[in-house]
């Protein structure tokens, strides 16, 4: 609860630190920040304020004023729906983002009914359904090809897909799968529930199946968990996934593995992110910091009456992790990818050549 009450306070902070802050007298934009500030994604939260951090010593000569109203939705829909209502209709937002599929799914109907962009660092399709909703997403098929292509180029044939029953990983398994099924021999495709912590049936049955790797997707702490009950019953099959590395607070404990995740945010945004205080992990800061600019750039320069120019104008966003591009069905993709693994705790960029 102390926690909790910190984090609110540090939000209020914010917002009213941007209120003093408007000596011009600009117009005001309100952008509502659903997200996990505290509990087992409190890292999230605390790279989340970096990024805002950032984005504010980016935007001192925008002809709007942007305030950020920070929200603690957790992944509990209930409490998102009451938390957009308050942002609607108390603070008066004009716009929103997140980067959870079960909030977005909550959202989007209540953004779209009142003309309300939003955007979602999401895998779910629904959080992209109307004229103001909006997904920044990456080439999950050229994500699940480049994985099949570095597990294939070991000599391994064999995979077990393991993932979280939540919106965002059965989505995101969904999409991979097809190539799966075509590039390797699927051994196993289980799920488990949300909140899982003990892994050992789950264990005793991948150990059955015998696969030459498993690919795994879930997010923290569950990805920590799995991980320590893994080597607590010596199963040694390598583990991969996409952007699995970046799902855990404890690397070290992943030394040796691999993953495919958007190509690294280039060295300027990783020294300034150290330079505040964050770690090798960045947590998603990076795409909280493109989900902002791309909205203030769509308020600079077109306007919500006309959301095909107001997406156009967010895709030209100098993103620290690489170019946006507008998809057929007009939400934001990322195409650059890279492979990554772990060396003595810290992410490093492998040679993309299998």
């Not at 600009?26 to 997200?35: F, R, S």
């Amino acid at each position: 609860m102390k926690k909790l009450f910190l984090v609110l306070c540090m939000a209020l902070s914010l917002v009213a630190c941007d209120k003093n802050d408007n000596p011009q007298n600009k117009p005001v934009v309100k952008i509502g920040m659903m997200l996990p500030l505290s509990g087992d994604m409190a890292s999230y939260g605390d790279a989340t304020k970096r990024a805002i951090e950032m984005v504010k010593e980016d935007i001192k000569n925008t002809k709007n004023h942007y305030e950020f109203v920070l929200e603690d939705s957790g992944t509990d829909t209930a409490k998102a729906a009451t938390i957009i209502r308050k942002l609607v209709f108390t603070d008066k937002i004009n716009a929103v983002m997140g980067y959870i599929s079960s909030t977005a799914m909550v959202v989007a109907p209540i953004a779209e009914e009142n003309k309300i962009p939003s955007f979602w660092f999401v895998s779910a399709p629904e959080a992209s359904v109307g004229a103001y909703n909006f997904r920044l997403y990456p080439d999950l098929v050229t994500g699940a090809e480049m994985i099949s292509k570095k597990i294939k180029s070991e000599k391994k044939k064999s995979i077990a897909i393991i993932y979280q029953n939540i919106p965002s990983m059965n989505y995101m398994v969904a999409d991979m799968l097809p190539v799966y099924t075509q590039e390797l021999k699927i051994v196993m495709n289980e799920n488990f529930i949300p909140d899982e912590k003990n892994f050992f049936a789950l264990i005793q049955k991948i150990k059955s199946a015998n696969p030459d790797y498993i690919v795994f997707e879930a997010t923290p702490p569950e990805t920590d968990i799995f991980f320590k009950q893994l080597r607590e019953n010596k199963v040694n099959i390598p583990v991969t996934g996409f952007q699995l590395l970046g799902m855990t607070s404890n690397l070290e404990m992943l030394n040796g593995m691999w993953d495919v995740d958007t190509a690294q945010s280039n060295p300027r945004f990783i020294t300034r992110y150290k330079q505040m205080g964050g770690t090798d992990n960045l947590f998603y800061a990076d795409y909280v910091y493109t989900m902002l600019m791309a909205l203030i750039n769509g308020f600079e320069n077109a306007s919500t009456d006309n959301m095909d120019e107001f997406i156009a104008a967010a895709a030209e966003t100098e993103s620290p992790i690489g170019k946006l591009e507008v998809s057929g069905d007009k939400d934001l993709v990322i195409h650059n990818h890279i492979y990554q693994h772990v060396v003595n705790g810290k992410k490093e960029i492998m040679e993309n050549r299998w």
